[in-house]
Nanobody, 124 residues
């Protein structure tokens, strides 16, 4: 089974930066994509960013475009989410996720495999 382990969450001030990491293992497929979702208190889980495991093309939710960057180091089987200019509304539990297909079709987000989540809190 695919195993995803997030790290890097924590407390950061508004306007600050944080980098999340997702260590992945157990893939039985060479394609598909890996990315990040988040869930704020009282809200539904939403897709944030994803990257293709084959061609490296990334996709971002409108709410994070220009602030977040997703990347993968295939030699380390690790995917990163660099988060800059953080806002209060970025506070959430962030989940690494993967699937043997694109995580988003541009409107909806789907994943087959999930990490346990890491808390990101943006404070003043």
């Amino acid at each position: 089974d695919v195993h995803l382990v997030e790290s890097g969450g924590g407390l950061v001030y508004v306007g600050g930066s944080l980098r999340l990491s997702c260590a992945a293992s157990g893939f039985t497929f060479d394609d598909g994509s890996i990315g990040w979702f988040r869930q704020a208190p009282g809200k539904e889980r939403e897709g944030v960013a994803c990257i293709s495991r084959t061609d490296g093309i990334a996709y971002y939710a409108d709410s994070v475009k220009g602030r977040f960057t997703i990347s993968s180091d295939n030699t380390k089987n690790t995917t990163y989410l660099q988060m800059n200019n953080l806002k209060f509304e970025d506070t959430a539990v962030y989940y690494c996720a993967a699937a043997p297909w694109d995580l988003t079709d541009g409107s909806h987000w789907y994943a087959d495999y999930w990490g346990q989540g890491t808390q990101v809190t943006v404070s003043s």
